[in-house]
T-cell receptor, first 109, second 113 residues
Framework: GQNIDQPTEMTATEGAIVQINCTYQ??????LFWYQQHAGEAPTFLSY??LDGLEEKGRFSSFLSRSKGYSYLLLKELQMKDSASYLC??????????WGAGTKLIIKP | NAGVTQTPKFRILKIGQSMTLQCTQD?????MYWYRQDPGMGLKLIYY???????DKGEVPNGYNVSRSTTEDFPLRLELAAPSQTSVYFC????????????FGPGTRLTVT
């Protein structure tokens, strides 16, 4: 079966750095996406990785290791508005997105 | 651009009733999707479409139907609503191609009692 694992919840302090991990087992791999979802709102796109390595975009970075079936999202200089759920999704061999359950990130002052 | 719009925002249905969730996008995207999101679960794909007149089943299509008569509209029909269909429904759209992200509508929160 296909499976994407993320921690259910994480807590971090304003101004700090947090790393959210995602491991996946899917039938094929055609890219990995990270989305942010604030409570009661729609997911919004953060990043896309298809090759191994780090993609940096402002305060957010995403890393991929295809051989390990592993990705992480790194958030720097945390702000209160970063309190949200972070969803990892993998595009499988049928080109459909398989979604993790999301990691709820709580930022404390 | 309004992006992806969905109506209604909230709806309560009785068991056995039917309804249509509306979805419209104004970005001229070929690809459109319907997902459901249950608490503590990942998004599940219900149906998708790669263009007007073309639809296909996703992971959880039972109890739902779709149509795609225009590029802009992709309505989702629920027939004979059941409590198991209580969920938040998201419509999304994207350009064709593997690297393009999906843009989501604001969602419809549906309760079946």
């Amino acid at each position: 079966g296909q499976n994407i694992d993320q921690p259910t919840e994480m807590t971090a302090t304003e101004g700090a750095i947090v790393q959210i991990n995602c491991t996946y087992q899917t039938s094929g791999f055609n890219g990995l996406f990270w989305y942010q979802q604030h409570a009661g709102e729609a997911p919004t796109f953060l990043s896309y990785n298809v090759l191994d390595g780090l993609e940096e975009k402002g305060r957010f970075s995403s890393f991929l290791s295809r051989s390990k079936g592993y990705s992480y999202l790194l958030l720097k200089e945390l702000q209160m508005k970063d309190s949200a759920s972070y969803l990892c999704a993998v595009r499988d061999s049928n080109y459909q997105l398989i979604w993790g359950a999301g990691t709820k990130l709580i930022i404390k002052p | 651009n309004a992006g992806v719009t969905q109506t209604p925002k909230f709806r309560i249905l009785k068991i056995g009733q039917s309804m249509t969730l509306q979805c419209t996008q104004d970005m001229n995207h070929n690809y459109m999707y319907w997902y459901r999101q249950d608490p503590g679960m990942g998004l599940k794909l219900i149906y998708y479409s790669v263009g007007a007149g073309i639809t296909d089943k996703g992971e959880v299509p039972n109890g739902y139907n779709v149509s795609r008569s225009t590029t802009e509209d992709f309505p989702l029909r629920l027939e004979l609503a059941a409590p198991s269909q209580t969920s938040v429904y998201f419509c999304a759209s994207s350009l064709p191609g593997l690297t393009y992200e999906q843009y989501f509508g604001p969602g419809t929160r549906l309760t079946v009692t």
